[in-house]
Every structure is written in structure tokens, then in C-alpha cells.
């Protein structure tokens, strides 16, 4: 489970929720390539 939040490419999620199941797994095999943590500006 990730927690955070999403500030750039909404539509990728939405793509995502789409290809799950009422069971939480999904339909076919996603792969997620790139991804980066910002720290949080204080």
C-alpha cells in the first residue's frame, strides 16, 4: 500500500483504478516505470 499524493498525471491513475477488480487485483499486468519522491517544501 502507497500513501501519498498525486500532484501531476491524474489520468494515469484513472487508467489504473480502471484496469482493477472488485478484489483489488487487476485485470492484466501493469507496470509502473518511473516514480520519484519530492520532499515535502517547508
Known amino acids: ?16 483504478e480502471a484496469a482493477g477488480t472488485p478484489r483489488g487485483t487487476p485485470k492484466e499486468k501493469l507496470l509502473i516505470i518511473k516514480a520519484h519522491i519530492e520532499e515535502k517544501q517547508k
Not at 500513501?3 to 501531476?8: K, N, Q, R, S
Open 1 to 16: 500500500t502507497i500513501f501519498g499524493e498525486i500532484v501531476l498525471g491524474q489520468d494515469v491513475m484513472k487508467k489504473l
